[in-house]
C-alpha cells in the first residue's frame, strides 16, 4: 500500500473550515484514500473514502487532486469536538490492511 | 456509539498474568479486527477474523491469540504479560471481509501491566 504524509498537526478556529492534506504520490490505481479520525483515547471513527472523484457526506468533503497524488480533507464548519487526531489512509483490494500512521492532529479553537 | 462494545473497560494485572478481552460486534457485521495502540508504536493491527475464520494476520505476538465464537463474538487472549504489551487494545467490526470496507471502533480496553 502507498504510504501517506501528513503534517504533525494544524489548527483553526471553531466555525471555520478546517482543511487537513495528505499527501500519497506513490499511490496507484487500485488504491483508496480512506479518513478516519480518532478523538482522544476513543476508537477511531470512519469519516469518508474516494478513489479519484470528490466525495461529501454528512461530515466532511474529500478532495483528491487529478493526478492522485494529495487529497484534502474538509471540514466544512469545524467545532470544538471536532479536535482530534485524523488519519490518511491509502488501502486497496483483498490483502491490504488498515495501517495508521501519526496522523495530523487537528485543534480547534474558541 | 459505534455499536461494538468491548469488556472491561479497563484491567490492571501483573506481568506474567494472562487476560481475556472481549468484543461484541454490530448487528449483522461478520468481520472482526483487533487493535493494539501504545504509545510509542501508535495504532496497529493485530489480526482478522471473518466468520469465525481467521482472515489477516498482522503483528500479533506469539503470545497472543484471538477467536470468534458461533455468535460473533470474539476473544483476544493476552499471555505471559509483559510491561509492554500495557496499551489500549481496539476491536472493530464490519460486515464483509475486505478491509476497504468501514470498520466501525469500539470503545477500547485499556491494560494495565504492572
Known amino acids: 500500500d502507498a504510504k501517506t504524509t501528513q503534517p504533525p498537526s494544524m489548527d483553526c478556529a471553531e466555525g471555520r473550515a478546517a482543511n487537513l492534506p495528505c499527501n500519497h504520490s506513490t499511490i496507484s490505481g487500485n488504491e483508496y484514500v480512506y479518513w478516519y479520525r480518532q478523538i482522544h483515547s476513543q476508537g477511531p471513527q470512519y469519516i469518508i473514502h474516494g478513489l479519484k472523484n470528490n466525495e461529501t457526506n454528512e461530515m466532511a468533503s474529500l478532495i483528491i487532486t487529478e493526478d492522485r497524488k494529495s487529497s484534502t480533507l474538509i471540514l466544512p464548519h469545524a467545532t470544538l469536538r471536532d479536535t482530534a487526531v485524523y488519519y490518511c489512509?491509502?488501502?486497496?483490494?483483498?490483502?491490504?490492511?488498515?495501517?495508521f500512521g501519526k496522523g495530523i492532529t487537528l485543534s480547534v479553537r474558541p | 456509539d459505534s455499536g461494538v462494545t468491548q469488556t472491561p473497560k479497563h484491567l490492571i494485572t501483573a506481568t506474567g498474568q494472562r487476560v481475556t478481552l472481549r468484543c461484541s460486534p454490530r448487528?449483522?457485521?461478520?468481520?472482526v479486527y483487533w487493535y493494539q495502540q501504545s504509545l510509542d508504536q501508535g495504532l496497529q493491527f493485530l489480526i482478522q477474523y471473518y466468520n469465525g475464520e481467521e482472515r489477516a494476520k498482522g503483528n500479533i505476538l506469539e503470545r497472543f491469540s484471538a477467536q470468534q465464537f458461533p455468535d460473533l463474538h470474539s476473544e483476544l487472549n493476552l499471555s505471559s504479560l509483559e510491561l509492554g504489551d500495557s496499551a489500549l487494545y481496539f476491536c472493530?467490526?464490519?460486515?464483509?471481509?475486505?478491509?476497504?470496507?468501514?470498520?466501525?471502533f469500539g470503545p477500547g480496553t485499556r491494560l494495565l501491566v504492572l
Open positions: 472493530a467490526s464490519s460486515v464483509g471481509r475486505e478491509f476497504l470496507e468501514t470498520q466501525y
Open positions: 448487528s449483522g457485521d461478520l468481520s
Open positions: 489512509i491509502v488501502i486497496a483490494g483483498a490483502n491490504s490492511k488498515l495501517t
